[in-house]
């Protein structure tokens, strides 16, 4: 029996789950593929640390000589950063291996060039694990949704932004202990600003946009913003309402255009992301034939990941020629109501003199904490005539009894 071989670039968090995860499930892995899988090597950085790592396993430093090894299937990557990642990528597939990837910034700005790649040398690319953890959403998209035209993906897509909105509202905890508490668990990226700052869930976003219309917007017109803005005092406000803040990627087309938001916006119970708590992630695709599905799931974490990067090994052993693909893909445009109501809002931060007739104020929910009836561009304008100046949207249905403009903002 052939034995196929396999390389781990990186051995934190996510690379030493998939080493014991590849070890733990050895016969299921056989079973399905008729083949051992071995782990042949792995990538470090730091030779001087204590690792759990089988005696014959070549363990090193330098990635050529990974490259080097008398024979090798499959480069399974999990280190940070677009580069040197990117370089060993390439080469990895020039000697025509597989590759799988977990490293959602470096595929965000390089998938496209590696699959290009791949697909000239006949091998195959993983990515399932750069987007939604232990979510299979990447398959479902590629495999499972073929001719269904995709029309609009919601996400909660950053496990760690989650986790801490969670634990700030239901222990009362402040921002910093649950970030740390959150690094702790291994959720965190090693920069943890690309998580409360919305870039890894951006990242991720754009692979999504790729995979479900073929295209992703301008990155400079998407709307991107993270968690910081979100205090304790908002989040109680926001829970008298019986509303929850989450971390949303919305992706849409309108027209020819691809639309993509990365924001905090609120939610009620009757929305699938308001039960989505701690480090789970949740994705709802919309698609024209089956209508609304989501997945729900661990969106971080050793294990979750390592899920992932093990059902995509099984997947490039197996590949067959899948359609859905980063370059080809059908899309429907979503129905959008043109001149749509305005909607509602939380805001923060909101002082006299730059309430506009617009703004219609539904109540105050707590010392300067408002809900308010306006269109949006109303609130880019005031947002950039005052930076102090907070607000979220308040998605899916909302009912409340418009009060009195001038009787709750005469207080201001
Ligand atoms: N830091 C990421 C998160 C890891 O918290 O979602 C998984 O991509």
């Known amino acids: 029996m052939t034995v196929i071989k396999v390389a781990i670039l990186g051995f934190g968090t996510v690379g030493e789950g998939v080493y014991r995860t590849i070890e733990s499930h050895a016969d299921d892995l056989e079973a399905v593929l008729g083949k051992k899988v071995e782990v042949a090597a792995i990538l470090i950085k730091n030779k001087q640390r204590e690792r759990n790592i089988r005696k014959d396993v070549l363990v090193t430093t330098d990635f050529e000589d990974i490259l080097n090894l008398p024979k090798l299937d499959i480069v399974i990557e999990a280190i940070v950063n677009k580069e040197p990642t990117f370089t060993f990528l390439q080469k990895a597939i020039e000697r025509g291996c597989h590759i799988i990837t977990a490293n959602k910034e470096m595929f965000a700005h390089h998938g496209k060039h590696l699959i290009a790649l791949a697909n000239e040398k006949s091998?195959?690319?993983?990515?399932?694990?750069?987007?939604?953890?232990?979510?299979?959403?990447i398959q479902t998209l590629r495999q499972l949704l073929k001719i269904n035209r995709v029309q609009q993906i919601q996400g909660i897509l950053n496990g760690t932004s989650n986790f801490i909105l969670t634990e700030m509202r239901e222990k009362k905890w402040s921002f910093a202990e649950a970030l740390l508490q959150a690094q702790k668990n291994g959720y965190a990226e090693a920069d943890p600003t690309n998580d409360v700052e919305g870039f890894d869930a951006f990242y991720k976003a754009m692979i999504l946009s790729r995979i479900a219309f073929g295209e992703?917007?301008?990155?400079?017109?998407?709307?991107?913003?993270?968690?910081?803005?979100?205090?304790?005092?908002?989040?109680?406000?926001?829970e008298k309402?019986?509303?929850?803040?989450?971390?949303?990627?919305?992706?849409?087309?309108?027209?020819?255009q691809i639309q993509?938001?990365?924001?905090?916006?609120?939610?009620?119970?009757?929305n699938p992301f308001y039960h989505v708590e701690g480090v789970e992630n949740a994705v709802s695709v919309h698609s024209d034939i089956v209508g609304r599905i989501t997945l729900q799931g661990p969106?971080?974490?050793?294990?979750?990941?390592?899920?992932?990067?093990?059902?995509?090994?099984?997947?490039?052993?197996?590949?067959?020629?899948?359609?859905?693909?980063?370059?080809?893909?059908?899309?429907?445009?979503?129905?959008?109501?043109?001149?749509?109501?305005?909607?509602?809002?939380?805001?923060?931060?909101?002082?006299?003199?730059?309430?506009?007739?617009?703004?219609?104020?539904?109540?105050?929910?707590?010392?300067?904490?408002?809900?308010?009836?306006?269109?949006?561009k109303d609130l880019?304008?005031?947002?950039?005539l005052d930076e102090t100046i907070s607000y979220f949207p308040i998605l899916g249905e909302f009912e409340s009894e418009v009060v009195s403009f001038e009787e709750k903002v005469s207080a201001l």
């Open 216 to 238: 992703e917007p301008n990155w400079k017109d998407v709307e991107r913003e993270g968690i910081t803005p979100i205090t304790s005092e908002l989040i109680e406000a926001a």
């Open 299 to 376: 969106g971080a974490g050793m294990f979750p990941t390592a899920s992932a990067v093990i059902e995509d090994l099984a997947y490039v052993c197996q590949n067959n020629n899948i359609k859905r693909n980063f370059n080809q893909t059908v899309s429907a445009e979503l129905e959008q109501k043109k001149g749509k109501a305005k909607e509602f809002w939380l805001i923060t931060g909101l002082s006299k003199n730059v309430i506009k007739p617009s703004i219609t104020c539904i109540d105050e929910i707590s010392n300067g904490v408002f809900v308010i009836r306006a269109d949006k």
């Open 380 to 384: 880019d304008n005031l947002g950039k």
């Open 260 to 270: 993509v938001t990365v924001k905090p916006a609120l939610v009620g119970k009757e």
């Open 123 to 137: 091998v195959s690319v993983g990515f399932e694990a750069t987007v939604a953890g232990g979510i299979p959403v």
């Open 241 to 256: 309402l019986e509303l929850r803040f989450k971390h949303i990627a919305s992706i849409s087309k309108e027209g020819t």
